[in-house]
């Protein structure tokens, strides 16, 4: 049985990194400002029982608004580089061109970090 598919996108859990700093930054702001709003109700109240029930019930009400990876937490997905294939030429050189979509290669660490060097040009 298969889920639908904005169901299943639900599910996945993918938000992007500006989604992650909105919901680091909701999160810090919220709890600040619950724990400074039931400790003082708290205090008023002179109960513990109120203090702890408003914050418990503010974490589960933060909780549904930043867990679920929703709409507005991808709304600036990242676009990655297509992945490399590599060829080695006629002359032994590696040639890197672009994968087919869906397929994936490691780029040789040897040409990465250590490229063949290039003779120095005569100088008139």
Not at 43 to 55: A, K, N, P, W
Not at 107 to 113: G, Q, R, S, Y
């Amino acid at each position: 049985m298969s889920l639908p598919a904005s169901v299943q996108q639900l599910l996945e859990g993918k938000i992007d990194f500006e989604g992650q700093k909105t919901v680091d930054t909701l999160t810090r702001f919220v709890l600040v400002i619950l724990t400074a709003v039931s400790f003082v109700v708290g205090c008023v109240l002179q109960s513990l029982r109120v203090t702890f029930g408003i914050y418990g019930l503010g974490v589960a009400l933060l909780l549904l608004v930043v867990i679920p990876p929703w709409p507005m937490y991808n709304a600036h997905p990242v676009q990655w580089l297509p992945a490399l294939e590599e060829k080695k030429t006629s002359a032994g050189k590696l040639e890197l061109r672009p994968l087919a979509p869906g397929r994936f290669s490691a780029i040789a660490a040897a040409n990465v970090l250590h490229p063949t060097p290039t003779p120095p040009s005569p100088s008139t």
